[in-house]
């Protein structure tokens, strides 16, 4: 017997070290003709670029500076609910991913606790969200109008400690106020509240945002021009409250207004209107950051917007989370978990056209 012979016999056979392998070639095979994506389906935001990075590491989005404190990934839980019956559950759940995960969280209308603590336990998130990571309490600007007609910012201050917040997001709405049968009337334009909100409170750190139709060039031109801590967009394609209220409406509201909630701006519509005024405004340009919000439905939306804008900005999601958030924790934390991983992979692979 020849010594390449003898050598042979003493090697090992070959084994495979994948027991799945078969099945899933045949799973391959069987699905490959349902596994084809068409031309016009295919995503024309970005380039694919697959051989310039490894798959990411666990975790490894860099913590970055976000509404001056820290955030570990660039998603922002927006403003949901409270004093309902699933508010308590809602918000600590959320609270408490972002506590893990490092995320930002803005509260939902906090105007209950202007006069009372009885729902201050659906508010009270700080502990489970930790020092770290940013929380906003949060007001309507007709009850900011309320307060200085009656000399009681006092109660905005109030409200901030009780809710141990970094600060307050103001939400401007006049569809939503006009529409609701319960609605409040704006006696002076939002901006002038904002201002005087700021002037009698220059310590307090302010988001302004809308509800669910965004804003137009001159509304984002005077707010970028004030020192605002940031601005939410609350574009179009998420949660409409004009919409909503019109839903609660009798019917012939219904028909009179339906085409109020038709008007609006698009996120990304939005990012162009503030890259131009960004080029514009130059040294007269105040506010740096953003939340960008209003339909984003996942990681590549909000991936794409946040590196198209020319400013810091997260972006937020209001149903996604909400839709999670609502009975055992692991839920929610599943789909933050699968969220992260897709921003991860999108930084790692995908650039911007």
């Given at each position: 017997m020849s010594e390449k012979q003898n050598n042979n016999l003493s090697e090992p056979a070959f084994t495979d070290d994948d027991p799945t392998a078969a099945s899933r070639k045949k799973d391959h095979i069987e699905m490959a003709f349902a596994s084809q994506v068409v031309k016009q389906e295919l995503d024309s935001r970005f380039y694919y670029e697959p051989l310039?990075?490894?798959?990411?590491?666990?975790?490894?989005?860099p913590a970055f500076s976000f509404l001056n404190k820290t955030m570990k990934v660039p998603l922002w839980v927006s403003s949901m609910t409270g004093g309902t019956?699933?508010?308590n559950t809602i918000n600590h759940n959320l609270a408490r991913a972002c506590g893990e995960f490092g995320m930002g969280m803005g509260l939902g209308s906090c105007r209950s606790l202007l006069y009372s603590d009885e729902n201050l336990a659906d508010f009270a998130v700080r502990k489970w969200i930790g020092e770290d990571h940013p929380l906003f309490a949060n007001l309507g600007v007709a009850q900011l109008e309320q307060l200085l007609d009656k000399n009681e910012l006092y109660r905005v201050n109030d409200l901030i400690d009780k809710v141990e917040a970094d600060g307050l997001i103001v939400h401007v709405n006049p569809f939503q106020e006009w529409l609701q049968p319960e609605g409040d009337r704006f006696r002076q334009p939002p901006l002038d509240t904002i201002r005087a909100l700021i002037d009698q409170l220059p310590d307090l750190s302010i988001i302004v945002k809308e509800v669910g139709q965004g804003m137009g060039r001159e509304s984002l031109r005077q707010l970028f021009q004030l020192p605002l801590t940031a601005i939410d967009f609350a574009a179009n394609g998420g949660t409409n409250f004009a919409k909503l209220e019109l839903l609660r409406s009798d019917a012939r509201r219904k028909e009179t207004y339906a085409p109020l909630a038709l008007v609006g701006h698009s996120a990304e519509d939005m990012v162009e209107l503030t890259n131009e005024l960004v080029a514009e405004m130059g040294a007269f340009l105040?506010?740096?950051?953003?939340?960008?919000?209003?339909?984003v439905k996942d990681f590549l939306d909000g991936y794409y917007l946040i590196n198209k804008i020319d400013l810091s900005a997260v972006y937020g999601q209001a149903s996604?989370?909400?839709?999670?958030?609502?009975?055992?924790?692991?839920?929610l934390r599943s789909y933050v978990i699968t969220q992260i991983e897709g921003l991860e992979l999108a930084r790692a692979y995908l650039r911007l056209r």
């Open positions: 310039l990075s490894a798959h990411p590491e666990k975790d490894s989005w019956a699933m508010a105040q506010t740096r950051q953003v939340i960008i919000s209003g339909g996604g989370f909400l839709r999670h958030a609502r009975g055992d924790y692991e839920s």
